[in-house]
């Protein structure tokens, strides 16, 4: 019966954005009423478009709307032999920041956890286990998080590319640069000594 | 020609979004092509429905996508004189919240500004001057921000009452409920000091 439902129902539907609760939900629905209507109306189109439409590549798992996104499509990239293995989507816009990549990616959307029920062929490995049997792949670089499942997943797909005579390295874990040593954790300066190189 | 077009005018979309960056709309984005899809396409529903059919009520101005909204149609609000003057529809979900007022509303979308040729009829007072013409308002609370410009607004609302014989009140201002004195700034501490009731 309440004449402001509209409204309430797009304070509702705001909440499903991480990290927007109540406060913030009025404020958007507020701010978009009164200042930006066609913003918001671009949102919803973008919104609904992207939600059904876009998936994953056929090749290494990332989103796009197309069958196969254009890291793969790139014959520059394919050129190059090397696969860096990345848990989400999120971690390929990281490691592209950087410019010092040229090479393709496979996204495992996720990390192995057996306790969770996630096992090998839920994190796409399947279709790594089909792409590293072609023979373009020279190196798999392992970009997995440096946490305990991220760790398993990264030897794991390490056995999976001895199998295929396939080089797998692990990117290198240690004091960020320009971090200083005293804020550093315990567990990341023992990895850091540990993997110490010579000069 | 990037594959990815379609990820990208949704986290450029999300931006229209108070407070939100490039982070937090790849977040956002990520979030909900990943974990959510049904809930982006429901805020993509209520964003496009509250962008086109919200507009103002016919007696107070706040959103409401009837003519007339839920305060101003409700009898007990009604036969209650008292009408409650505010810059927002956000300040009255404040004062619904407190449940101590049972009057109607009136919103002024902001307040007056001469420098930004922002005059009366721009908040809405040639619609104030006609509802206190028809002689069912008893009093007019003014809730304008205490801000020059709301000071300056709740002065000027406060004529067009007297013109009208109605009774106008300020809501009061001062030293907040379980603020600590020393924490509060010496104009609030001054207005509270004159603002002082006898015991
Ligand atoms: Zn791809
Ligand atoms: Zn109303």
Redesign the pocket.
């Known amino acids: 019966m309440r004449t402001s439902s509209m409204l309430e129902q797009l304070m509702e539907a705001l909440r499903c954005l991480p990290g927007v609760g109540p406060k913030s939900a009025q404020r958007m629905a507020f701010h978009l009423l009164q200042r930006n209507r066609k913003g918001g109306l671009q949102l919803a189109e973008a919104l609904s478009q992207a939600m059904t439409e876009i998936g994953h ?6 989103f ?1 709307e197309q069958d ?6 790139n014959p520059k990239r394919q050129a190059n032999g090397q696969i860096c293995v990345v848990e989400t989507p999120a971690d390929i816009a990281a490691i592209e920041a950087t410019g010092q990549y040229s090479g ?2 496979f ?1 495992l959307m996720g990390h192995l956890s057996p306790l969770d029920g996630i096992g090998p062929s839920d994190i796409g490995l399947d279709l790594l286990d089909y792409r590293l049997s072609i023979g373009d792949v020279e190196e798999v670089i392992l970009a997995t998080n440096p946490t305990v499942e991220g760790e398993a997943t990264a030897h794991y797909i390490a056995q999976l590319c001895k199998a295929h005579g396939v080089n797998a390295s692990r990117i290198a874990h240690g004091v960020p640069m320009g971090g200083e040593l005293e804020l550093v954790d315990g567990t990341t300066l023992s990895h850091s000594l540990l993997g110490r190189q010579k000069l």
Chains 1, 2 share one sequence.
Request: net charge positive; proline share 0%; hydrophobic share 10%.
């Open positions: 590549c056929d090749q290494c798992r990332t796009t196969t996104c254009h890291v793969c499509t393709r990616y996204v």
